[in-house]
């Protein structure tokens, strides 16, 4: 069945450090793929939707270029956490959905984050 | 935006009882009901999910009810174990095609054994 790959699957880093997070579709092809947060605890809240070939839709109060996202194949999104600080440390999951009809959204394993 | 909510919050189940959790909905629109389960530090799965002009929806001991009018969906699990212990979500969505969902404020169900 459809998969989504998520890599990779836990980050350490220092503050100040810029972390990329890479989302793949394994068996089809993903015109959009959507980018959530989640923090402990939380509900999963939706960051961004990215979309191949194209600028990425940011939600309201995502900063767009702190999270930057690009969508250059239609298997591949990439999530940029740029200059990253400690209030970013949290779960980051990424899904996308086969176009065909009725086809339900695909998560992936999920980044979990954490800046020093 | 759609305004999700979950009830209760947490719950508690002695293992083999059912357990019910409420989602209550403010998109009139909404036409797509589904239930997600997140075990610690994992991905939501999907478990059941159901569609605008369907009442109810089983498979095996999980099934979930619709109530399009008073604009919310319920999940019922029955016989409980305790691998069913976990977060559940709610993401009720109003155009299937367009994938942005909105997730509930999550369950925590404990199943006591």
């Known amino acids: 069945g459809a998969v989504v790959s998520q890599h990779p699957s836990w980050v350490i880093c220092k503050s100040g450090t810029s972390v990329k997070i890479e989302c793949r579709s394994l068996?089809?092809?993903?015109?959009?793929m959507f980018w959530y947060r989640q923090f402990p605890k939380q509900s999963l809240m939706l960051m961004a939707t990215?979309?191949?070939?194209?600028?990425?839709?940011?939600e309201q109060g995502v900063e767009k270029d702190k999270f930057l996202i690009n969508h250059a194949s239609l298997t591949l999104s990439t999530l940029t956490v740029t200059s990253a600080h400690p209030e970013d440390s949290s779960f980051y999951i990424c899904?996308?959905?086969?176009?065909?009809?009725?086809?339900?959204?695909?998560f992936g394993d999920g980044t979990r984050l954490s800046i020093l | 935006g759609e305004n999700v909510e979950q009830h209760p919050s947490t719950l508690s189940v002695q293992e083999g009882d059912s357990a019910v959790i409420k989602c209550t909905y403010s998109?009139?629109?909404?036409?797509?009901f589904p239930w997600y389960k997140q075990e610690l530090g994992k991905r939501p799965q999907l478990i059941i999910d159901?569609?605008?002009?369907?009442g109810e929806k089983k498979d095996q001991r999980i099934a979930v009810t619709l109530n399009k009018t008073a604009k919310h969906f319920s999940l019922h699990i029955t016989e409980t174990q305790p691998e069913d212990s976990a977060v559940y979500f709610c993401?009720?969505?109003?155009?299937?095609?367009?994938?942005?969902?909105?997730f509930g404020t999550g369950t925590r169900l404990t199943i006591i054994p």
């Open positions: 899904s996308a959905r086969q176009p065909v009809a009725d086809q339900p959204q695909h």
């Open positions: 068996d089809f092809q993903a015109t959009t």
């Open positions: 990215s979309n191949e070939g194209s600028k990425a839709t940011y």
């Open positions: 998109d009139s629109a909404s036409n797509y």
């Open positions: 159901i569609r605008s002009n369907v």
């Open positions: 993401a009720p969505l109003s155009n299937f095609g367009n994938e942005k969902l909105t």
